[in-house]
Protein backbone atom coordinates (compact mmCIF):
# COMPACT_ATOMS: atom_id res chain seq x y z
CA UNK A 1 0.00 0.00 0.00
CA UNK A 2 1.11 3.51 -0.75
CA UNK A 3 1.49 6.58 1.67
CA UNK A 4 0.67 9.55 -0.15
CA UNK A 5 -0.76 11.70 2.79
CA UNK A 6 1.57 14.73 1.80
CA UNK A 7 0.44 17.84 -0.52
CA UNK A 8 2.84 19.56 -2.68
CA UNK A 9 2.26 23.58 -1.47
CA UNK A 10 5.17 26.21 -2.61
CA UNK A 11 7.82 23.96 -3.71
CA UNK A 12 7.53 21.45 -1.14
CA UNK A 13 5.98 17.96 0.11
CA UNK A 14 4.16 19.04 3.23
CA UNK A 15 2.37 16.93 5.75
CA UNK A 16 -1.58 18.17 6.17
CA UNK A 17 -2.18 20.37 8.89
CA UNK A 18 -5.05 18.25 10.44
CA UNK A 19 -5.02 13.85 10.48
CA UNK A 20 -7.41 12.81 8.04
CA UNK A 21 -6.76 9.84 6.01
CA UNK A 22 -8.52 8.50 3.01
CA UNK A 23 -7.97 4.99 1.36
CA UNK A 24 -8.03 4.48 -2.15
CA UNK A 25 -9.91 2.02 -3.45
CA UNK A 26 -8.64 -0.40 -6.28
CA UNK A 27 -11.70 -0.98 -7.79
CA UNK A 28 -10.76 -4.55 -9.61
CA UNK A 29 -10.44 -6.20 -6.20
CA UNK A 30 -11.53 -4.03 -3.99
CA UNK A 31 -8.47 -3.57 -2.02
CA UNK A 32 -6.97 -0.42 -0.59
CA UNK A 33 -3.92 0.62 -3.20
CA UNK A 34 -3.29 3.94 -1.35
CA UNK A 35 -3.54 5.77 1.83
CA UNK A 36 -3.75 9.95 1.18
CA UNK A 37 -4.67 12.87 3.27
CA UNK A 38 -8.23 15.07 2.76
CA UNK A 39 -7.13 18.57 3.38
CA UNK A 40 -8.77 21.27 5.49
CA UNK A 41 -9.46 24.69 5.09
CA UNK A 42 -5.68 25.55 6.32
CA UNK A 43 -4.23 23.69 3.95
CA UNK A 44 -6.51 24.79 1.19
CA UNK A 45 -5.27 28.55 2.52
CA UNK A 46 -1.68 27.57 2.57
CA UNK A 47 -2.00 26.46 -1.31
CA UNK A 48 -3.78 29.38 -2.65
CA UNK A 49 -1.49 31.74 -0.66
CA UNK A 50 1.60 29.62 -2.04
CA UNK A 51 -0.21 30.38 -5.60
CA UNK A 52 -1.03 33.94 -5.06
CA UNK A 53 2.68 34.98 -3.90
CA UNK A 54 4.11 33.63 -6.80
CA UNK A 55 2.10 34.49 -9.34
CA UNK A 56 3.82 38.36 -10.01
CA UNK A 57 6.70 36.06 -10.98
CA UNK A 58 5.05 33.73 -12.85
CA UNK A 59 2.71 35.83 -14.30
CA UNK A 60 6.21 38.00 -15.49
CA UNK A 61 8.06 35.08 -17.21
CA UNK A 62 8.80 34.70 -20.89
CA UNK A 63 7.23 32.72 -23.26
CA UNK A 64 10.56 30.58 -23.58
CA UNK A 65 10.97 30.32 -20.35
CA UNK A 66 7.53 28.47 -20.22
CA UNK A 67 8.03 26.97 -22.92
CA UNK A 68 11.37 25.39 -21.59
CA UNK A 69 9.51 24.19 -18.49
CA UNK A 70 7.16 22.13 -20.64
CA UNK A 71 9.72 21.19 -22.70
CA UNK A 72 11.50 19.28 -19.74
CA UNK A 73 7.92 18.21 -18.77
CA UNK A 74 7.46 16.49 -21.55
CA UNK A 75 11.04 14.47 -21.41
CA UNK A 76 10.40 13.85 -17.48
CA UNK A 77 7.03 12.24 -18.61
CA UNK A 78 8.09 10.38 -21.00
CA UNK A 79 10.73 8.45 -18.98
CA UNK A 80 8.10 7.85 -16.39
CA UNK A 81 5.30 6.75 -18.40
CA UNK A 82 5.40 3.38 -16.85
CA UNK A 83 5.08 4.69 -13.29
CA UNK A 84 2.20 6.67 -14.60
CA UNK A 85 0.58 3.93 -15.68
CA UNK A 86 0.76 1.52 -12.93
CA UNK A 87 -0.56 3.92 -10.84
CA UNK A 88 -3.52 4.59 -13.13
CA UNK A 89 -4.13 1.23 -12.98
CA UNK A 90 -4.15 0.43 -9.75
CA UNK A 91 -6.33 3.76 -8.67
CA UNK A 92 -8.67 3.58 -11.64
CA UNK A 93 -8.74 -0.31 -12.06
CA UNK A 94 -8.06 -0.43 -15.61
CA UNK A 95 -6.10 -3.50 -17.56
CA UNK A 96 -2.50 -2.72 -17.74
CA UNK A 97 -2.56 -2.66 -21.53
CA UNK A 98 -5.20 0.09 -21.85
CA UNK A 99 -3.15 2.36 -18.95
CA UNK A 100 0.00 1.67 -21.04
CA UNK A 101 -1.71 2.55 -24.65
CA UNK A 102 -4.31 5.27 -23.99
CA UNK A 103 -4.41 6.62 -19.99
CA UNK A 104 -0.94 7.81 -19.38
CA UNK A 105 0.12 8.63 -23.11
CA UNK A 106 -2.84 11.68 -22.81
CA UNK A 107 -0.65 13.40 -20.60
CA UNK A 108 1.97 13.43 -22.86
CA UNK A 109 -0.44 14.17 -25.64
CA UNK A 110 -2.10 17.34 -23.97
CA UNK A 111 1.44 18.58 -23.12
CA UNK A 112 2.78 18.32 -26.95
CA UNK A 113 -0.60 19.84 -28.20
CA UNK A 114 -0.34 22.62 -25.73
CA UNK A 115 3.60 23.44 -26.17
CA UNK A 116 2.83 23.66 -30.25
CA UNK A 117 0.19 26.27 -29.64
CA UNK A 118 2.13 27.94 -26.83
CA UNK A 119 5.31 28.28 -29.59
CA UNK A 120 3.02 29.96 -32.47
CA UNK A 121 0.78 31.88 -29.94
CA UNK A 122 1.84 35.84 -29.39
CA UNK A 123 1.09 37.13 -26.63
CA UNK A 124 1.24 41.07 -27.47
CA UNK A 125 -0.73 41.59 -31.43
CA UNK A 126 -0.51 45.24 -33.12
CA UNK A 127 -3.80 46.36 -34.12
CA UNK A 128 -3.69 47.81 -38.07
CA UNK A 129 -1.72 50.10 -38.73
CA UNK A 130 -2.45 52.18 -35.07
CA UNK A 131 -0.57 52.20 -31.82
CA UNK A 132 -3.25 50.17 -30.73
CA UNK A 133 -2.11 47.00 -28.92
CA UNK A 134 -3.80 43.81 -27.69
CA UNK A 135 -1.95 42.18 -24.98
CA UNK A 136 -3.14 39.05 -23.07
CA UNK A 137 -2.67 38.85 -19.28
CA UNK A 138 -3.06 35.76 -17.27
CA UNK A 139 -6.09 35.15 -15.38
CA UNK A 140 -4.40 34.73 -11.40
CA UNK A 141 -4.75 32.11 -9.65
CA UNK A 142 -6.53 29.05 -10.93
CA UNK A 143 -8.17 26.08 -8.65
CA UNK A 144 -8.34 23.35 -10.27
CA UNK A 145 -10.55 20.22 -9.71
CA UNK A 146 -10.79 16.99 -12.06
CA UNK A 147 -12.56 13.90 -12.01
CA UNK A 148 -11.84 10.14 -11.54
CA UNK A 149 -12.19 9.02 -15.32
CA UNK A 150 -9.16 9.70 -17.54
CA UNK A 151 -7.47 11.03 -14.49
CA UNK A 152 -4.50 12.29 -15.97
CA UNK A 153 -5.96 13.34 -19.06
CA UNK A 154 -7.78 16.08 -17.27
CA UNK A 155 -5.36 17.08 -15.08
CA UNK A 156 -2.66 18.04 -17.83
CA UNK A 157 -5.86 19.38 -19.95
CA UNK A 158 -6.05 21.89 -16.94
CA UNK A 159 -2.54 22.91 -15.42
CA UNK A 160 -0.99 23.02 -18.92
CA UNK A 161 -2.46 25.56 -20.35
CA UNK A 162 -2.66 27.56 -17.45
CA UNK A 163 1.33 27.52 -17.13
CA UNK A 164 1.41 28.38 -20.62
CA UNK A 165 -0.84 31.44 -19.62
CA UNK A 166 1.57 32.54 -16.99
CA UNK A 167 -1.44 31.35 -14.16
CA UNK A 168 -1.05 29.45 -11.16
CA UNK A 169 -2.69 27.39 -9.66
CA UNK A 170 -3.94 24.91 -6.44
CA UNK A 171 -4.80 21.42 -7.97
CA UNK A 172 -7.52 19.14 -6.25
CA UNK A 173 -8.07 16.12 -7.90
CA UNK A 174 -10.49 13.37 -7.40
CA UNK A 175 -10.14 11.96 -4.39
CA UNK A 176 -10.66 8.54 -5.86
CA UNK A 177 -7.60 8.67 -8.09
CA UNK A 178 -5.15 11.04 -6.96
CA UNK A 179 -2.26 8.93 -7.32
CA UNK A 180 -1.84 9.79 -11.18
CA UNK A 181 -1.75 13.75 -10.15
CA UNK A 182 0.69 12.87 -7.56
CA UNK A 183 3.40 11.70 -10.14
CA UNK A 184 2.54 14.74 -12.25
CA UNK A 185 3.66 16.54 -9.07
CA UNK A 186 6.63 14.82 -9.01
CA UNK A 187 7.41 15.32 -12.23
CA UNK A 188 6.53 19.34 -12.36
CA UNK A 189 8.90 19.60 -9.40
CA UNK A 190 11.92 17.68 -11.20
CA UNK A 191 11.48 19.79 -14.01
CA UNK A 192 11.73 22.52 -12.03
CA UNK A 193 8.70 24.76 -11.61
CA UNK A 194 8.93 27.43 -9.68
CA UNK A 195 7.50 27.47 -5.79
CA UNK A 196 4.13 28.23 -5.89
CA UNK A 197 3.27 27.85 -9.18
CA UNK A 198 1.53 24.77 -9.07
CA UNK A 199 0.13 23.52 -5.86
CA UNK A 200 -1.50 20.42 -5.22
CA UNK A 201 -4.14 19.65 -2.37
CA UNK A 202 -5.52 16.13 -2.12
CA UNK A 203 -9.85 16.35 -0.56
CA UNK A 204 -12.89 15.89 -1.41
CA UNK A 205 -16.17 18.06 -2.93
CA UNK A 206 -17.61 19.31 0.33
CA UNK A 207 -13.90 19.96 1.94
CA UNK A 208 -11.32 21.35 -0.09
CA UNK A 209 -13.65 21.41 -3.41
CA UNK A 210 -15.51 24.05 -1.78
CA UNK A 211 -13.04 26.20 -0.03
CA UNK A 212 -11.57 26.47 -3.58
CA UNK A 213 -14.38 26.99 -5.90
CA UNK A 214 -15.69 30.00 -2.36
CA UNK A 215 -11.86 31.15 -1.76
CA UNK A 216 -11.22 35.19 -2.18
CA UNK A 217 -7.93 34.98 -3.65
CA UNK A 218 -8.73 32.43 -6.05
CA UNK A 219 -9.67 34.39 -9.63
CA UNK A 220 -10.48 31.57 -11.99
CA UNK A 221 -12.17 27.90 -11.44
CA UNK A 222 -11.55 24.91 -13.81
CA UNK A 223 -14.28 22.27 -12.61
CA UNK A 224 -14.57 19.36 -14.66
CA UNK A 225 -17.33 16.60 -12.99
CA UNK A 226 -21.18 15.81 -12.75
CA UNK A 227 -23.68 18.55 -11.51
CA UNK A 228 -24.04 18.39 -7.95
CA UNK A 229 -25.19 20.40 -4.95
CA UNK A 230 -22.40 22.32 -3.98
CA UNK A 231 -21.76 22.87 -0.27
CA UNK A 232 -21.63 26.03 1.53
CA UNK A 233 -21.61 26.69 5.00
CA UNK A 234 -24.46 28.37 6.20
CA UNK A 235 -27.34 29.25 8.47
CA UNK A 236 -28.63 32.02 10.54
CA UNK A 237 -26.90 32.26 13.33
CA UNK A 238 -23.27 30.80 11.33
CA UNK A 239 -23.87 33.28 8.66
CA UNK A 240 -24.30 36.37 11.17
CA UNK A 241 -21.09 35.44 13.39
CA UNK A 242 -19.11 35.08 10.29
CA UNK A 243 -20.24 38.75 9.35
CA UNK A 244 -19.45 39.87 12.31
CA UNK A 245 -15.90 38.32 12.46
CA UNK A 246 -14.84 39.49 9.01
CA UNK A 247 -15.98 42.88 9.83
CA UNK A 248 -14.06 42.95 12.45
CA UNK A 249 -15.92 42.83 15.66
CA UNK A 250 -14.85 39.92 18.73
CA UNK A 251 -17.21 37.39 17.24
CA UNK A 252 -18.30 33.68 18.83
CA UNK A 253 -20.41 31.17 17.22
CA UNK A 254 -22.77 29.87 19.99
CA UNK A 255 -24.05 26.56 19.16
CA UNK A 256 -23.97 22.75 18.31
CA UNK A 257 -21.59 21.34 15.71
CA UNK A 258 -21.35 18.06 14.63
CA UNK A 259 -17.89 15.60 14.40
CA UNK A 260 -18.93 14.62 10.99
CA UNK A 261 -17.14 16.25 8.00
CA UNK A 262 -19.43 19.41 7.67
CA UNK A 263 -19.20 19.92 11.38
CA UNK A 264 -15.32 20.22 10.24
CA UNK A 265 -16.12 22.38 7.67
CA UNK A 266 -18.01 25.06 9.73
CA UNK A 267 -15.35 24.85 12.10
CA UNK A 268 -12.94 25.78 9.60
CA UNK A 269 -14.98 28.64 8.01
CA UNK A 270 -15.39 29.73 11.64
CA UNK A 271 -11.54 30.34 11.89
CA UNK A 272 -11.06 31.46 8.29
CA UNK A 273 -13.66 34.46 9.26
CA UNK A 274 -11.87 35.28 12.73
CA UNK A 275 -15.34 33.70 14.65
CA UNK A 276 -13.75 32.19 17.89
CA UNK A 277 -15.36 28.95 18.54
CA UNK A 278 -15.17 29.02 22.87
CA UNK A 279 -19.19 28.96 22.76
CA UNK A 280 -19.14 25.68 20.54
CA UNK A 281 -20.93 22.32 21.50
CA UNK A 282 -20.05 19.34 20.17
CA UNK A 283 -21.84 16.36 19.18
CA UNK A 284 -21.99 13.24 17.42
CA UNK A 285 -25.48 14.27 16.15
CA UNK A 286 -25.51 15.10 12.29
CA UNK A 287 -25.52 18.53 10.80
CA UNK A 288 -28.61 20.44 9.69
CA UNK A 289 -28.91 20.35 6.00
CA UNK A 290 -30.25 23.21 3.79
CA UNK A 291 -30.97 22.57 0.32
CA UNK A 292 -31.34 25.87 -2.22
CA UNK A 293 -32.29 26.51 -5.36
CA UNK A 294 -31.69 30.19 -6.54
CA UNK A 295 -34.69 31.36 -8.59
CA UNK A 296 -34.15 34.96 -10.02
CA UNK A 297 -32.24 35.52 -7.44
CA UNK A 298 -34.42 34.28 -4.54
CA UNK A 299 -33.21 31.46 -2.48
CA UNK A 300 -35.69 28.62 -1.83
CA UNK A 301 -35.01 26.11 1.16
CA UNK A 302 -35.23 22.61 1.67
CA UNK A 303 -34.37 21.01 5.20
CA UNK A 304 -33.17 18.22 6.42
CA UNK A 305 -33.43 18.33 10.29
CA UNK A 306 -34.56 15.24 11.78
CA UNK A 307 -32.03 14.51 15.21
CA UNK A 308 -29.67 17.36 13.85
CA UNK A 309 -26.63 18.37 16.23
CA UNK A 310 -28.87 22.39 16.22
CA UNK A 311 -32.24 20.99 17.07
CA UNK A 312 -31.35 18.40 19.07
CA UNK A 313 -29.92 21.01 21.46
CA UNK A 314 -30.84 20.94 25.28
CA UNK A 315 -31.20 23.05 27.98
CA UNK A 316 -28.57 20.88 30.10
CA UNK A 317 -26.18 21.63 27.17
CA UNK A 318 -26.43 25.43 27.24
CA UNK A 319 -26.95 26.14 30.78
CA UNK A 320 -22.64 25.36 31.95
CA UNK A 321 -22.08 28.36 29.04
CA UNK A 322 -24.99 30.84 31.08
CA UNK A 323 -22.01 32.50 33.05
CA UNK A 324 -19.95 33.55 29.92
CA UNK A 325 -22.83 34.46 28.38
CA UNK A 326 -23.42 37.01 31.00
CA UNK A 327 -20.31 38.86 30.29
CA UNK A 328 -20.87 39.41 26.20
CA UNK A 329 -21.86 42.68 24.84
CA UNK A 330 -24.93 41.16 22.97
CA UNK A 331 -26.42 38.04 21.91
CA UNK A 332 -28.20 37.70 18.61
CA UNK A 333 -30.78 34.88 18.34
CA UNK A 334 -31.67 33.42 15.23
CA UNK A 335 -35.29 32.53 14.76
CA UNK A 336 -34.84 29.18 13.58
CA UNK A 337 -33.13 27.70 16.67
CA UNK A 338 -36.37 28.74 18.36
CA UNK A 339 -39.01 27.12 15.57
CA UNK A 340 -38.29 23.44 16.81
CA UNK A 341 -37.84 21.36 19.42
CA UNK A 342 -36.38 20.49 21.82
CA UNK A 343 -34.09 23.46 20.71
CA UNK A 344 -37.12 26.12 20.67
CA UNK A 345 -37.41 25.46 24.88
CA UNK A 346 -34.10 24.75 24.93
CA UNK A 347 -33.13 28.84 23.35
CA UNK A 348 -36.23 30.44 25.07
CA UNK A 349 -34.62 29.26 28.46
CA UNK A 350 -31.26 30.95 27.95
CA UNK A 351 -32.97 34.12 26.50
CA UNK A 352 -35.27 34.19 29.58
CA UNK A 353 -31.94 33.80 31.93
CA UNK A 354 -30.21 36.34 30.24
CA UNK A 355 -33.24 39.03 29.71
CA UNK A 356 -32.54 42.25 31.00
CA UNK A 357 -28.22 41.72 31.69
CA UNK A 358 -27.15 42.39 28.10
CA UNK A 359 -29.16 43.66 24.56
CA UNK A 360 -30.53 40.64 22.91
CA UNK A 361 -31.32 41.10 18.86
CA UNK A 362 -33.69 38.73 18.31
CA UNK A 363 -34.22 38.03 14.17
CA UNK A 364 -37.49 36.38 13.27
CA UNK A 365 -36.53 34.90 10.44
CA UNK A 366 -39.14 32.36 9.96
CA UNK A 367 -38.92 29.42 8.17
CA UNK A 368 -42.45 27.13 8.20
CA UNK A 369 -41.16 23.84 7.46
CA UNK A 370 -39.21 24.05 10.89
CA UNK A 371 -42.77 25.25 12.68
CA UNK A 372 -44.45 21.58 13.62
CA UNK A 373 -47.73 23.77 15.63
CA UNK A 374 -47.71 27.79 13.74
CA UNK A 375 -49.98 28.29 17.31
CA UNK A 376 -47.34 27.20 19.66
CA UNK A 377 -44.62 28.89 17.95
CA UNK A 378 -46.44 32.38 17.60
CA UNK A 379 -47.07 32.38 21.46
CA UNK A 380 -43.64 31.91 22.02
CA UNK A 381 -42.63 34.66 19.81
CA UNK A 382 -45.07 37.38 21.29
CA UNK A 383 -43.59 36.22 25.26
CA UNK A 384 -40.53 36.50 23.95
CA UNK A 385 -40.97 40.37 22.67
CA UNK A 386 -40.79 41.73 26.10
CA UNK A 387 -37.84 39.81 26.74
CA UNK A 388 -35.44 41.21 23.81
CA UNK A 389 -34.12 44.83 23.21
CA UNK A 390 -33.94 44.62 19.56
CA UNK A 391 -36.67 42.93 16.96
CA UNK A 392 -35.77 42.64 13.25
CA UNK A 393 -38.16 41.28 11.60
CA UNK A 394 -39.24 40.76 7.49
CA UNK A 395 -42.31 41.62 5.85
CA UNK A 396 -42.92 37.83 5.02
CA UNK A 397 -42.02 37.70 8.32
CA UNK A 398 -44.81 39.36 9.82
CA UNK A 399 -47.34 38.36 7.36
CA UNK A 400 -47.04 34.63 8.56
CA UNK A 401 -47.11 35.61 11.92
CA UNK A 402 -50.01 38.52 12.28
CA UNK A 403 -51.47 38.76 9.06
CA UNK A 404 -52.97 41.86 8.28
CA UNK A 405 -52.48 43.10 11.79
CA UNK A 406 -50.97 47.19 11.32
CA UNK A 407 -47.37 46.86 11.85
CA UNK A 408 -47.36 50.72 13.58
CA UNK A 409 -49.48 49.75 16.05
CA UNK A 410 -48.07 45.89 16.61
CA UNK A 411 -44.47 47.78 16.86
CA UNK A 412 -45.56 50.19 19.16
CA UNK A 413 -46.99 47.37 21.83
CA UNK A 414 -43.76 45.57 21.76
CA UNK A 415 -41.42 49.28 22.41
CA UNK A 416 -44.37 49.64 25.26
CA UNK A 417 -43.07 45.96 26.89
CA UNK A 418 -39.39 47.32 26.88
CA UNK A 419 -38.04 46.71 22.93
CA UNK A 420 -35.51 49.37 22.52
CA UNK A 421 -35.51 49.07 18.00
CA UNK A 422 -37.65 47.09 16.04
CA UNK A 423 -36.56 47.06 12.44
CA UNK A 424 -38.61 45.98 9.31
CA UNK A 425 -36.63 45.19 6.29
CA UNK A 426 -38.23 45.78 3.13
CA UNK A 427 -35.77 43.47 0.70
CA UNK A 428 -34.36 45.69 -2.23
CA UNK A 429 -36.44 48.78 -1.00
CA UNK A 430 -34.24 49.01 1.83
CA UNK A 431 -34.95 49.04 5.87
CA UNK A 432 -36.68 51.12 8.85
CA UNK A 433 -36.44 51.15 12.12
CA UNK A 434 -39.38 52.04 14.55
CA UNK A 435 -38.20 53.42 18.05
CA UNK A 436 -39.16 55.61 21.23
CA UNK A 437 -42.83 54.98 21.21
CA UNK A 438 -43.46 55.18 16.93
CA UNK A 439 -40.72 57.48 15.65
CA UNK A 440 -39.58 56.09 12.76
CA UNK A 441 -36.24 56.26 10.32
CA UNK A 442 -36.21 54.73 7.12
CA UNK A 443 -32.80 54.21 4.88
CA UNK A 444 -33.26 52.91 1.25
CA UNK A 445 -31.31 49.82 0.02
CA UNK A 446 -28.49 50.60 -2.41
CA UNK A 447 -29.42 49.50 -5.34
CA UNK A 448 -27.07 46.51 -6.96
CA UNK A 449 -27.23 43.58 -9.33
CA UNK A 450 -28.35 40.69 -7.01
CA UNK A 451 -26.76 37.33 -7.77
CA UNK A 452 -28.73 35.72 -4.66
CA UNK A 453 -30.51 36.37 -1.53
CA UNK A 454 -28.58 33.84 0.63
CA UNK A 455 -27.56 35.30 4.10
CA UNK A 456 -28.55 39.00 3.11
CA UNK A 457 -30.41 39.43 6.17
CA UNK A 458 -28.16 37.87 8.33
CA UNK A 459 -25.30 39.75 7.32
CA UNK A 460 -27.50 43.19 7.78
CA UNK A 461 -27.56 41.70 11.42
CA UNK A 462 -24.02 41.83 11.59
CA UNK A 463 -23.69 45.44 10.14
CA UNK A 464 -26.35 46.38 12.56
CA UNK A 465 -24.63 45.27 15.48
CA UNK A 466 -21.41 46.45 14.07
CA UNK A 467 -22.34 49.97 13.44
CA UNK A 468 -23.89 50.13 17.14
CA UNK A 469 -21.12 48.94 18.79
CA UNK A 470 -18.54 51.51 16.98
CA UNK A 471 -20.89 54.21 17.58
CA UNK A 472 -20.33 53.19 21.12
CA UNK A 473 -23.89 53.04 21.34
CA UNK A 474 -24.36 48.93 22.12
CA UNK A 475 -26.00 48.64 25.51
CA UNK A 476 -29.46 48.51 27.02
CA UNK A 477 -29.62 51.51 28.36
CA UNK A 478 -27.99 53.90 24.86
CA UNK A 479 -30.41 51.72 22.84
CA UNK A 480 -33.47 53.30 24.72
CA UNK A 481 -31.96 57.03 23.91
CA UNK A 482 -31.34 56.53 20.27
CA UNK A 483 -31.25 59.44 17.69
CA UNK A 484 -32.63 59.59 14.64
CA UNK A 485 -29.01 60.47 13.42
CA UNK A 486 -26.99 57.54 14.55
CA UNK A 487 -29.83 54.98 13.67
CA UNK A 488 -29.84 56.40 9.99
CA UNK A 489 -26.22 55.37 10.28
CA UNK A 490 -26.68 52.33 11.56
CA UNK A 491 -29.17 51.24 9.08
CA UNK A 492 -26.78 52.63 5.89
CA UNK A 493 -24.56 50.46 6.91
CA UNK A 494 -26.23 47.28 7.79
CA UNK A 495 -27.93 47.75 4.05
CA UNK A 496 -24.49 48.25 2.83
CA UNK A 497 -23.10 45.03 4.21
CA UNK A 498 -26.29 43.12 2.70
CA UNK A 499 -26.47 44.83 -0.19
CA UNK A 500 -22.28 44.06 -0.91
CA UNK A 501 -23.52 39.76 0.14
CA UNK A 502 -26.65 39.90 -2.27
CA UNK A 503 -24.04 40.71 -5.15
CA UNK A 504 -22.16 37.04 -4.07
CA UNK A 505 -23.47 33.56 -4.66
CA UNK A 506 -23.64 31.92 -1.32
CA UNK A 507 -23.37 32.87 2.06
CA UNK A 508 -20.34 35.15 2.07
CA UNK A 509 -20.60 38.56 3.90
CA UNK A 510 -18.16 41.21 3.03
CA UNK A 511 -14.78 41.48 4.58
CA UNK A 512 -14.70 45.64 6.01
CA UNK A 513 -11.84 46.18 4.04
CA UNK A 514 -14.95 45.53 1.01
CA UNK A 515 -17.20 48.33 2.34
Not at 223 to 247: K, Q
Not at 431 to 444: A, C, R, T, W
Request: overall charge negative; hydrophobic content about 40%.
Amino acid sequence: MLDKRKFYINGQWVEPSTKNDFDVINPSDETVCAVISLGSQSDTNAAIAAARAALPMWSASTKAERIALLERLYAIYERRMDDMAEVISIEMGAPIDFSKASQAPSGTSAIEDFLNQLRKFEFEEQLDDSDNQLIYEPKGVCALITPWNWPISQVALKVIPAIAAGCTMVLKPSELAPLDSMIFAEMLEEAGCPAGVFNLVNGDGIGVGSQLTSHPDVDMVSFTGEPEYTPHVGGSNFNSAIALGRLGANSYYFGAVSNDNYGKLIEDSLKNSNVREEFIIKTNRPTTLAYADVVNGIAEYTFVDEHSAGRMLDKASLKPFLSRVMKAKALLVGGISLQAEPCGSSWQWLVEQISGHLPIYFDANIRPDFIEVKNDYVNRFKKLTSKVDIIKISEDDYRYLFGAQDFKEVSKEWLKNGVKLVILTLGGEGSKVIFDGGKEVYVKSNQVEVVDTIAAGDSFNGGFLFSLEQQGLLSRDKLSLMEEASLKKTLTFANQVASLTVMKKGANPPWLNEI
